[in-house]
Each structure stands twice: as C-alpha cells, then as structure tokens.
Nanobody, 124 residues
Framework: QVQPVESGGGLVQAGGSLRLSCAAS????????MGWLRQAPGKEREFVAA????????YYTDSVKGRFTISRDNTKNAVYLQMNSLKPEDTAVYYC?????????????????WGQGTQVTVSS
C-alpha cells in the first residue's frame, strides 16, 4: 500500500498559480493510478485530475482543462498538480489519492488510499 502526503496549498489571488505536491510512502508507487480530488465547503468530494501508472495518460475534469497539469515522478514516489489561472471556485481542500489499476480514475470511490488534504483558497 501507499500513504500519500500533500503539500503546497495556500492563499492566492484569482489568476495566480500554485503547485501541489504529493509524496507517497510505501512500496510499488508505480503500480497505482494517482489522482487529485477536492472538496469545497458544503459540497461533495469531486475528481480534479488523474494520471496513469506510467504517466502517459492524464485525465481532467472539464472545469480545469487548460489550467491545471498533473504529472508524476516514479523515481521520487511523487505526483504534482500545477494550477494556473486560479479562480475563486477552485477554493477547496485538495486530496492526493492512489488507486489500483483497472478502475475508473474519475470516480472518487475508485481510490483506496488518501492523504490528509491541503487547503487551497483563491481570493477574488
């Protein structure tokens, strides 16, 4: 199994950028699909982005396409989320999560291991 730990959240003005990092302890990191999901106050947890085991395939929710980029470095057991052109509606707690292969990466229920989350606040 893996244990994700997020970092890099914070407060930023609309139009700004943040880079989230996720360090995953444990073995066989490259056997997991890695995803970023978020939860805003009063809302359900939602999918943001995911990346395949090799990094060759990336998935994004429509609202972040062209603004966010997910990447991973299997040599460092790390996954990243570069967030540009941030909007107030991106404000949420962002979670890094790991899923075994063969699942639907856009479904939050597909993920087996979750980090504790990092707060991202975008001011208008």
């Amino acid at each position: 199994q893996v244990q994700p730990v997020e970092s890099g959240g914070g407060l930023v003005q609309a139009g700004g950028s943040l880079r989230l990092s996720c360090a995953a302890s444990g073995r066989s990191f490259d056997q997991y699909i890695m995803g970023w999901l978020r939860q805003a106050p009063g809302k359900e947890r939602e999918f943001v982005a995911a990346i395949s085991r090799s990094g060759a395939t990336k998935y994004y929710t429509d609202s972040v396409k062209g603004r966010f980029t997910i990447s991973r470095d299997n040599t460092k057991n790390a996954v990243y989320l570069q967030m540009n052109s941030l909007k107030p509606e991106d404000t949420a707690v962002y979670y890094c999560a790991a899923a075994r292969s063969g699942v639907a990466p856009r479904a939050p229920d597909s993920y087996d291991y979750w980090g504790q989350g990092t707060q991202v606040t975008v001011s208008s």
